[in-house]
């Protein structure tokens, strides 16, 4: 079983920055990623990232947002810039490997 503990969400303005962490209780040889869920919408793909390092990005943060990863530490990272109030959401690590694994999310808003 993976646990996935995320950390870094937060208040921050429009234009803003911020960086979100997600460490993995072990190694993951599949790919990880981050979604996001905002009041009332379903949940969305922000980005993933494969044990090789191919990314993906959703088409509304592209050029803003950067997902990386540290396999030697277990963790998966989104950098987070020139933040828009849509961006507001819940913010959930994934893995996606033998089986599906999430974390419990983190908050992050973004005041206009």
């Known amino acids: 079983q993976v646990q996935l503990v995320e950390s870094g969400g937060g208040l921050v303005q429009a234009g803003g920055s911020l960086r979100l962490s997600c460490a993995a209780s072990g190694s993951i040889l599949g790919s990880m990623g981050w979604y996001r869920q905002a009041p009332g919408k379903q949940r969305e793909l922000v980005a993933t990232?494969?044990?090789?390092?191919?990314?993906n990005y959703a088409d509304s943060v592209k050029g803003r947002f950067t997902i990386s990863r540290d396999n030697a530490k277990n963790t998966v990272n989104l950098q987070m810039n020139s933040l828009k109030p849509e961006d507001t959401a819940v913010y959930y690590c994934n893995v996606q490997w033998y089986k599906e694994f999430w974390g419990q999310g983190t908050q992050v808003t973004v005041s206009s």
């Open positions: 990232i494969t044990l090789g390092g191919r990314t």
